[in-house]
């Protein structure tokens, strides 16, 4: 395969792999590693999430630790803007904001560095897998608190049911895939 073009047509989608009881029992993860490994399936994912992120004519990207990171990256190069890392706590060097939300159990906190977006930056956020919402909705109150503007969200997968879309009503929201 070495030297072929991708084949963007590629099925990604039948590459996710579901794991039952992970992290915790009743939870179906969705395992995108697979369509990571795949020459084809990453560059078809990666594609589709461009397109719907050029859609929202961002300035930059925000991309959610840590498989945020993984398909935010290759998103911001493809559309020759910024990548910003938000980050579980301690991780980031510099001053942060941050921000506490609730989880399906318990709370997580995201933090964001300080000087990371510009007033008035047309944000785009990226994540691989959307469940609840709470990660978006927090990534959003970060980019808003930095003065930005959250024009949008784009995620590989959607997980319908546990009301996200009513929890995000105001943040234009893309997913290649609802499961
Ligand atoms: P939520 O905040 O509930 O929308 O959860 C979204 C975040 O948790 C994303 O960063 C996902 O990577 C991860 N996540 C939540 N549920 C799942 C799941 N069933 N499969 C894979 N990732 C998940």
């Known amino acids: 395969m070495s030297g072929a ?5 590629a099925d990604w989608r039948s590459l996710v792999r579901d794991v039952p009881d992970f992290p ?17 399936g990453l560059a078809a994912m990666t594609a ?36 910003v890392p938000v980050r ?12 506490a939300y609730a989880l399906e159990y318990g ?7 300080t000087d ?3 007033e008035g930056a047309r944000v785009v956020i990226v994540d691989d897998v959307l469940a609840t919402g709470g990660t978006l909705e927090a990534s959003a109150q970060l980019v808003t608190e930095a003065g930005a503007i959250a024009v949008g969200a784009v995620v590989a997968l959607e997980i319908g049911g ?5 929890r995000l009503a105001r943040l234009p929201l893309t997913a290649l895939q609802a499961v």
């Open 48 to 83: 589709e999430l461009t397109e719907a992120a050029r859609a929202m004519q961002p300035d930059v990207v925000v991309a959610i630790e840590a498989r945020g990171f993984i398909l935010g990256a290759p998103i911001a190069l493809a559309l020759g803007i910024g990548f």
């Open 5 to 9: 073009s991708p084949n963007l047509a």
């Open 107 to 113: 709370e997580a906190v995201l933090h964001m560095h």
């Open 162 to 166: 546990l009301g996200a879309r009513e």
């Open 116 to 118: 990371a977006l510009g």
């Open 88 to 99: 579980k706590p301690g991780k980031l060097p510099f001053t942060t904001r941050s921000v």
């Open 24 to 40: 915790i029992p009743g939870i179906l993860f969705k395992d995108i590693v697979p369509v990571l490994a795949d020459p084809a």
